[in-house]
T-cell receptor, first 111, second 114 residues
C-alpha cells in the first residue's frame, strides 16, 4: 500500500490563484519530499523537508510538515499555467533507504 | 553529465517477448532505483542498487524481472515473457548516499505490451 496519499486528487484553478495540496502518511519518517511530473515525463524534485523542520520555502513554494498529524502541505503561490502538472509527495520510512510515493494531485492552472 | 538517461523512451512489444531497458545515472551517484508507474498512480518501488550491489527488491518484482548494475555504473532492467499487465512507465532515478538525498529521475521508458 502507498505510504503517502495526496489530497485532493485533482485541482483546477485560475492563473494567479494559490494552490494547496496535502499529503498524509502512515508511519514515522526521516524526510518528506515533493516532486512534480509533467505529463508523460519523469519526476522533478521540488523541495525536501526534514522531520525536525516545520516549514520550508523555495521561490513560490511553501511546504509545511506536521509530524504529530503525519501530514504535509504544498502551497504554490501566484500559480502560472506552466505549473500545470501532477504533484507527488514522497516519504522515506525511518531508517529506510527508499522513498514511497503517493498517488498524486493533478493540478490544472487555467490561463 | 546532464542527468539521468533512459533508453528507449518508448517500447511496444508483443506479449511473451523479452524486453530490456537501460538507465545511465548521474556519474557521481552511488544509488540507482527502478520504479514503475501506471496511469494515474504514483511511482511504485521495484528495486535499488548501491554501487553494483542490489540491496532490495520489491515483491512487485516477479521472477520474470531482473535488474543488474555491472560495475556500479549503468543499469539494465529486463522483463521476460512480457504480459499485458507489465504495460507501464518504468522510471529510473539516482541519488547520493546520504540521509534525505533527493532523487534525480530520468524521463522514463514507456512500455506497451500488445
Amino acid at each position: 500500500s502507498q505510504q503517502g496519499e495526496e489530497d485532493p486528487q485533482a485541482l483546477s484553478i485560475q492563473e494567479g490563484e494559490n494552490a494547496t495540496m496535502n499529503c498524509s502518511y502512515k508511519t514515522s519518517i526521516n524526510n518528506l519530499q515533493w516532486y512534480r511530473q509533467n505529463s508523460g515525463r519523469g519526476l522533478v524534485h521540488l523541495i525536501l523537508i526534514r522531520s525536525n523542520e516545520r516549514e520550508k520555502h523555495s521561490g513560490r513554494l511553501r511546504v509545511t510538515l506536521d509530524t504529530s498529524k503525519k501530514s504535509s502541505s504544498l502551497l504554490i503561490t501566484a500559480s502560472r499555467a506552466a505549473d500545470t502538472a501532477s504533484y507527488f509527495c514522497a516519504t522515506d520510512l525511518y531508517n529506510f533507504n527508499k522513498f514511497y510515493f503517493g498517488s498524486g494531485t493533478k493540478l490544472n492552472v487555467k490561463p | 553529465d546532464t542527468g539521468v538517461s533512459q533508453n528507449p523512451r518508448h517500447k511496444i512489444t508483443k506479449r511473451g517477448q523479452n524486453v530490456t531497458f537501460r538507465c545511465d545515472p548521474i556519474s557521481e551517484h552511488n544509488r540507482l532505483y527502478w520504479y514503475r508507474q501506471t496511469l494515474g498512480q504514483g511511482p511504485e518501488f521495484l528495486t535499488y542498487f548501491q554501487n553494483e550491489a542490489q540491496l532490495e527488491k520489491s515483491r512487485l518484482l516477479s521472477d520474470r524481472f531482473s535488474a543488474e548494475r555491472p560495475k556500479g555504473s549503468f543499469s539494465t532492467l529486463e522483463i521476460q515473457r512480457t504480459e499485458q499487465g507489465d504495460s507501464a512507465m518504468y522510471l529510473c532515478a539516482s541519488s547520493l548516499i546520504k540521509g534525505g538525498a533527493s532523487y534525480t529521475f530520468g524521463s522514463g521508458t514507456r512500455l506497451t505490451v500488445v
